[in-house]
């Protein structure tokens, strides 16, 4: 699956259903291999996991080759991915991102001018791969992966692309070539937060987000990013590492029945 498409004004979305056994599973955006200096890169990258154990999320965004300012987020999830497929998508326009699980927004990335480059505003593809990231991923690097246990497997299906394809190089008249295909994008339900959705995001962040970049002051000191909600109620759970201080002990359901996070169970009780 390698497919050229454009940023702006087009957008991206992306939707996969995902099931695997794996060491450290990355679906991305980039465009690393044209822009070797200044790639912009999206991703939704599972952790290495422990069995037994709950299983992480990260998401991450680049911009204009600013890998020394990552933007990583990490979440448990509330089901083990490797009993069914799940739906993962990512949502990117000319001025937010949004990562969905299944039909639940988790995370959203607004642009402003003060982001600059950091912004993903090139053409990129789409890759899969599975790669060793047990010096960090598996219990911050504690627990190394056994190749024993190889070959590794992961499963895509119902992958859908929508957006506008480019030349990574030339992109001549991709503004007006590509108008169409963003007023489409930017017509469909998953294109807009509603009230409704925004709870639904505000209600796993709560739950699941154990790391957040824009709390980790070893990492970054007292910098600020443009694109972190500085919420009070959030802050206060995060420590000086960006650690959640209060990660819940266990979120997944019965290994015999792998529960997806919907935006209707989500909603606030009335």
Known sequence: MHAWLNHLPAGLV????????????????SNGDVFPDTHDELDFEFLGNVRGKDWRIQTNVYGNGST??????????????TEEPHR??????????????????????????????DFPSKPMSVYATI???????TSYGRVKINYKY????????DLVLRGCRVDPIQQVDSADRCAEAVE????????LLTPRKRAAMRRFRERYMIYSFCYDQHR??????????????EHS???????????????RRSRRRSRKPSAVDDQPSN
């Open 150 to 157: 190889a070959p590794y497997v992961s499963e895509f299906s």
């Open 220 to 233: 970054y000191g007292n910098v600020t990013f443009p694109d972190c909600d500085y919420v009070s109620s």
């Open 184 to 191: 489409e994008l930017m017509s469909v339900d998953y294109a």
């Open 14 to 29: 992306l939707m996969l259903h995902v099931c695997f056994v794996l060491l450290v599973e990355r679906m991305q955006t």
């Open 68 to 81: 020394t300012r990552g933007r990583e987020e990490r979440y448990l999830v509330p089901f083990d991915p």
């Open 237 to 251: 759970r995060f420590g000086e590492w960006g650690d959640n201080k209060f990660p819940p002990k266990e979120v």
């Open 131 to 137: 790669w060793d990231g047990s010096s960090w991923a």
């Open 88 to 117: 993962y998508s990512i949502l990117w326009t000319p001025d937010y991102i949004i990562f969905y699980i299944d039909d639940v927004p988790i995370r959203e990335v607004v642009r402003s001018d003060a982001m600059g480059g």
